[in-house]
């Protein structure tokens, strides 16, 4: 135990899209934290920095380990989430918070926009010379975060996937038709590519997987699946909703229809199930054969189930609350700040560790699919299903006739 | 065992929208039929009826168990299944099927379009005067079978909605705002019903249900949602495929871009947000403050995962299975033809047991939610929830912070 370790009270907060085990980083840092006299007081902030501002705080101090674990096993953001992104002015705010709190520990559960937040705030304390240990835990279920080799949220959310796609290929294969599944990530192909993990017998679908790693031309889209359609008389396609032309535009913003656009600048790419019906429609009216019927074409958007689902991948719920552990721990260690990371030490067998690297290297930054995990310009590769396979825990086998 | 029974074939077919369990059936029928000696062989019709005039059939009679058991866990139908509605020509080639393989029965796991079926083939058979005894077995995730307590395949999809809603609740409480699902179910509100068992504390979401057994007034469901917004901040629906207008008219139908009608006439509801995207716009339309920001309002569209999602109900797997032994066992017992129900004894403690009707009494006809199971115009009853309790198996507990 370094002797240097500054005594105050520390803020944790939630941010960013919730996951089904986000809680479990939280739990994993609070009671790592208690035990230590350092750490006056525990506060956990309602709704991220925005109830840093408003001075909306859950006393955390003494939660008892059964409650806090009840918590980690639920799904979401049991604080409450916020998508604010902080200004000069509003981190002006969140400072006087701090200050009239004594905070000078500070934790931050989140993704990309979310380790940005947590730099700009740790900047903005070194600039005031006032002692605030800032530290960053993943979470994302788009796993698009430098550093770490997978983020909590990904695989929980991957396994959703998967089941969805099982189910869906069996659904699929007994009234044969063209299916278009919409899956979540904005500029990372991860959770897109997690369908493949549906395929156990020879034929079995998602036939075609489109990522935001590829452009998106609708005239091949068309021809890729006449192709399997003819081949098998069905085709299962897993679409990433974050699928873009070659002049980098997003298929699903060209269509949006209320152009929101959140305080990041991200334009509402989830609820809404228009990007798979003009898929699908587009499908319906190309591959019409002259004078006859239209193929069945159907399209679903996955949507919110793919983060809050509850059924979350044991090794995702062990390793969120390792991030938050570890997270505490550093901060106890005299360590001025930093984002966690995990790192894979093996895949088989699978291990793995949560790191500290610096919070520069993840903030603000998105990490796409590496060229090895892709295959052609509508697959993935062997590579990926080995990183993933282990991540997602067990998933059901199924049994085929024929 | 009656001695007058008469030798032959048995033919087996699923059909309609496949379910998480309805393997269950078949391999309870196929495992009830092997030992019995006037069966001389059992063929399982791919694709429901198309099989039989195509003369498409595996041969079931020497299946192994433990192969049939995997199928029996595998969701979705996996002899395929087929929405072709027989008439009067297609059931003659059916008939040459049939006598070609000395079929002498006939059984038909699917909802009422399936029962219809299977009373209009053993009607023929008897103007035929060729003996055919005839079983439906029930199934469909509408649960809306006259004569049935509930349909195999229900319980499953209810548990795969309200685990569903469980997660978005949650997902909505720490995102507030306004957040519509679409449910599957074309005539009756059961399935939809199933989402308020996401309730478990104070202020839990669904906040509203709407369901096809009430009209649906576009004007009240604003003024419903706003009211609930303003006390809540936030607000959770849960609406039917199926809602429609005092004039009967179907909501989805009269925004259906595609006209797509099957060859039971039912409009393609389901595979399209289309639905989901109306309410949304016209909530963010009309909850807009005078030159205010719209609310938050997504939409999603719960799609095909509800039926064939693998994460079955035990109680539904095991009853399943109960109704396909059921079936085998009257055929078995000299009884000529009729429709497997399922009958409840008790709810406390859970008690039910297939039981034989008259294939008229369900054939073609829809059973919709009781009144005593609806609660005022947007929600459903106590009764409703001590109904479908002991259906869906153990769900998830969520803990919360206040």
Same mark, same amino acid.
């Given at each position: ?63 008892p ?62 600039q ?43 659904d ?9 599944? =919409? ?8 959770? %897109?590519? #997690? +369908?493949?993990? !549906?395929?156990q017998?020879?034929? &079995? @679908? ?6 935001p ?50 305080d ?9 199930g ?40 044991? =090794? ?8 938050? %552990?570890? #997270? +505490?721990?550093? !901060?106890?260690?005299?360590?001025? &700040? @930093? ?28 990490r ?12 993935v ?22």
């Amino acid at each position: 135990m370094p002797t240097d370790l500054i005594h105050g009270a520390a803020v944790i907060g939630q941010s960013g899209g919730p996951t089904a085990v986000i809680n479990e980083s939280l739990v994993g840092a609070v009671l790592a934290l208690q035990p230590h006299e350092a750490v006056t007081a525990i506060y956990g902030a309602r709704n991220g920095v925005r109830g840093m501002i408003e001075n909306n705080y859950v006393d955390l101090t003494s939660a008892p380990d059964e409650f806090l674990n009840r918590i980690a096993a639920t799904p979401s953001a049991a604080l409450g989430s916020t998508r604010d992104k902080p200004d000069a002015a509003y981190c002006e705010r969140i400072f006087e918070s701090l200050r009239a709190r004594d905070v000078r520990y500070f934790f931050y559960i989140g993704g990309n926009d979310s380790s940005d937040t947590c730099r700009i705030v740790n900047e903005l304390s070194d600039q005031a010379g006032y002692e605030l240990r800032c530290f960053h835990i993943p979470k994302t279920i788009d796993n698009d975060l430098m550093e770490n080799d997978h983020t909590p949220g990904y695989p929980s959310a991957a396994r959703f996937v998967a089941k969805a796609f099982t189910g869906d290929n069996l659904d699929n294969r007994s009234l044969p038709g063209i299916k278009i599944n =919409i899956v979540m990530g904005r500029h990372a192909g991860f959770l %897109t590519a #997690a +369908a493949a993990l !549906a395929r156990q017998h020879q034929g &079995d @679908g998602p036939h075609l997987i489109y990522l935001p790693e590829r452009n998106f031309e609708p005239d091949k889209f068309v021809a890729d699946v006449d192709a399997i359609y003819t081949k098998h008389g069905r085709c299962l396609i897993a679409v990433s909703e974050g699928i873009h032309n070659a002049e980098g535009e997003s298929i699903a913003h060209i269509l949006s229809q209320t152009g929101e656009v959140d305080d990041h600048g991200n334009v509402q790419l989830s609820g809404s199930g228009a990007l798979g019906d003009f898929l699908a429609n587009l499908l319906r009216t190309e591959l019409t054969p002259e004078g006859g019927k239209p193929p069945r074409v159907r399209a679903d958007t996955l949507g919110y189930m793919q983060r809050c689902y509850p059924d979350a991948s044991p =090794i995702d719920q062990a390793e969120a609350r390792a991030c938050g %552990t570890k #997270a +505490a721990q550093v !901060a106890m260690s005299g360590d001025l &700040d @930093g984002s966690i990371a995990i790192k894979r030490d093996s895949t088989t067998p699978y291990k793995a560790e949560p790191s500290v690297v610096k919070l520069t290297a993840v903030a603000g930054k998105t990490r796409v699919m590496p060229k090895e995990f892709l295959k052609g310009n509508h697959d993935v590769s062997e590579a990926f299903i080995d990183y993933l396979t282990p991540l997602v825990g067990e998933l059901p086998t199924v049994e085929s006739f024929s």
